[in-house]
């Protein structure tokens, strides 16, 4: 085929992927699907590599996913049968928790396979210890909910009766799934059907040599743009702030090596997977989930390549088994968005070393969404509802301020769903939702500004469970003398009482009585560039737009009002200040590192090779306690005093 009829085949078959996730959105039951659009289409190779995906439309993280472990599954397919699985141990890694119900249709032509049909919905609840089946309490993936191994929902175009009761009856809000999961089938035969068409007009083969076509031409613009990225290793760490189920932080690393085009990214020295569910299962495999920051960076170099998963082909992951970032069966994994958020924040400032000037400043590293679960007097029965998808800001960009409330590197592609529906479905009053004022990081680009949500319940028992929400301890990086954005946080008032400051784990699961108001506020991305360079206008039009205070504009910018009316800069501001450039990581990140060291760490990590991977989390956290129990004199020899925590942690004399 030649290039002309090679981007005509492309521009067709994005377009069928985009119809079907119309007919998906358009037609869902869930708010969680038709508001804040958790979903997504596609068209997938025999082989199980995207070839098309609705870049602007559904969930935009799964780009470069590769489908082929989960297609090896799937037991005889024939024309009309559509597949349905959600577990990553039974199912592959392109199951990533249980709640992302996976259907997969084979589209036949002249009696053999052409291509799947793809999508994935997340449901609003498939069981589990929590409403909406996503708790960072969760200790193993039994907890998580109803499990599916590949199996036929629909076969031949019938539904198959006793799959659909054992999905329906394990879920607490089963009309809601049955509609989303109709509203993705009516999305599958939309797609065929265009695609049927296609093939009439073209011919099997033109479309067949299309797709390898597709592919293959992605993989080589990939490589080029990755070319941008100078040979070398570039290393960095980043931290979740706890494991959420006790006050350790959970360290991630890795090291990313540019080579003539070719990436690999090795998290060895990452930390052993967790007793709750921030894991992340993802096989042997150039996981997306792994790679955002590298997907963002192949998009902001080449906005028009095509969006398909061959566009990680030239890139290799390390992943240890048994760590954070490739837990095995049977770690819990519904918070995973948590934790690949943190590990495109590692990969980001990484790339950061490797190509300044191209990277923005860190961003809130946070997508949490709220859902309401409010028990109907009647019946007793929990109506389970997503309120919003709480996302931070971005950090600031090399040309450009941050997005104000838009995770923009990794999460924009979640909607906020409108007051009106939210208060009209999950019952439940939303009494602030908007922008945090002086949250953002300084810099000649600021960081985007916190969202802060405040709920308060009508009805007795209203549970309110976040979904992710994280950075409440370390800050959103500042890059190349930006500062540091603000951490997120989250208040409890109950009637007649004071807020009440909650804890990543208190926040995570929360009863309300009628009147109780829970507030949660996400963290603000890093500013970008010395702010001393930032120009008065943008400093004077963030100050009349309320989202800068008189204080801390004559604090970072030198900015204070004039005896005329105006604005002015304090004369020779900044003029004595040494360009820093690299990373401004705040006091959060400061205070871990000096309760937790990173050559303690360091240390250990070699200890714990020693020790079956399953215990590894838990030496961890006794070497953790042991060791800051320890007095600071005590801890001057740093060998020694890991010795010492490391005996005391086994009971050894």
Known sequence: MTGVELELLRQRLDSVVEDMARVAQRTALSTYLKETADFTTAIVSPGGEFVSYPWQLGASVYLGLNLGSTLALLRDPQPGDVYVCNDPYLGGPACTHLPD?????????????????????????????????????????????????????????????????????????????????????????????????????????????????????????????????????????????????????????VRLTADDGRITVDFTGSDPQVDSALNLVTGETAHPFLCLALISFLITERPSIPKCSAVLRPVRVVAPRGTVVNAQYPSAMSLRMVTSFRVADAVLGALAKACPGKVPAGSSGTLGPVAAAVRESDTGRRTVQTVEPLIGGCGGRPHSDGLDGVEGVYGGFLRNTPIEVVEQESQVVVRRYGLVPDSGGAGEHRGGLAVELAIEALHPDTRVISRGLER?????????????????????????????????????????????????????????????????????????????????????????????????????????RRATGGFDFGPGRRALEERWPPQVQDLLQDRLQTVEPAARNWVKHRVFAEWTALPPEARADVAGALETAWRRAWRLP
């Open 101 to 253: 119900l996976q259907l997969f249709r084979p589209l036949f032509v002249d009696g053999s396979l052409l291509c799947w049909l793809y999508a994935f919905v997340h449901a609003t609840d498939v069981g589990g210890i929590v409403p909406s089946s996503v708790s960072a309490k969760a200790s193993e993936v039994h907890q998580e909910g109803i499990r599916l191994r590949p199996v036929k929902l629909w076969r031949q175009d019938r539904v198959a009766e006793e799959i659909l009761h054992l999905v329906l009856d394990n879920t607490r809000v089963p009309d809601s799934n049955w509609g989303d999961l109709k509203a993705v089938y009516a999305a599958l035969l939309t797609g065929q059907a265009s695609l049927v068409q296609l093939v009439e007009r073209f011919g099997r083969a033109h479309v067949a040599i299309g797709i390898d076509g597709i592919l293959d031409s992605a993989e080589l613009e990939a490589r080029s743009a990755f070319r941008a990225i100078p040979d070398g290793s570039y290393t960095f760490t980043e931290y979740l702030d706890t494991d959420q189920c006790s006050d350790v932080p959970v360290r991630i690393r």
């Open 472 to 576: 409440f301890v370390t800050e959103p990086w500042g890059l190349d003398g930006g500062t540091h954005g603000t951490p997120g946080r989250c208040t409890l008032r109950r009637v007649g009482a004071n807020d009440t400051p909650l804890t990543l784990l208190e926040a995570g699961d929360v009863v309300l009585q009628p009147g109780d108001v829970v507030t949660y506020v996400t963290a603000a991305g890093g500013g970008y560039g010395d702010p001393a360079r930032r120009e008065l206008g943008s400093v004077v039009e963030d100050i009349e737009n309320g989202v800068l205070g008189l204080e801390r504009a004559a604090r970072d910018y030198g900015v204070a009002p004039t005896a005329s009316g105006g604005f002015a800069r304090a004369a020779g501001f900044g003029a004595g």
